[in-house]
């Protein structure tokens, strides 16, 4: 029962350089989204995808790009780190419409430290 | 914009006291979920209200969504040190354009004591 598998937990970059933090679930989903999370500050949606071939920005977009590869996957990347990134991602997925929302899983999360 | 605002951030009491949780917004949602994070992991989901007033339960736990579904509250009864977490709601946004997408809480950490 694997859910939402997200690679690498954790990861330790210096300022500059580029990462792509991955997701993949397996319940056969729609819609995909990326977050991050800091302390006092919740989840912040960085970017969704509400079906394959389509990607939309959330709340926090600047600095980030990524890609629904297929319906299982979606892909987060940094192109050039910076300490204000550093913080814990969260990938998810629903089963969601244009109307409702069914409930995220999550995957367990990567720790990403920007030095 | 639309903004939950979750309270209190901290809770730490004692094993067997009762406990609130509140978030509120000036925002209108289509349903409002409360997931539970434990250190390390994900958040998961523990439960979704649709329609205002609705009261739902879940063993010793108790969430209830305003009438006007601006508004949720989540009580535990009788708390227990496995009930230590984080504690956030998130709301759907009204209108039919969401496509799932969540705004959620700062949180709510709380720490019960044996």
Redesign the interface.
Known sequence: NAG?TQTPKFQVLKTGQSMTLQCAQDMNHN?M?W?RQDP??????IY?S?SEGTT?K??VPNGYNVSRLNKREFSLRLESAAPSQTSVY?C?S?E??????????????TRLTVV | TQLLEQSPQFLSIQEGENLTVYCNSSSVFSSLQWYRQEPGEGPVLLVTVVTGGEVKKLKRLTFQFGDARKDSSLHITAAQPGDTGLYLCAGAGAGGTSYGKLTFGQGTILTVHP
């Open positions: 939402v819609s989204y977050y006092g500050m919740g989840l912040r949606l969704y509400a939309d959330g709340e969260f998810a629903s969601a419409s244009a109307a409702f929302n069914y409930g995220y899983t999550f995957g367990s999360g």
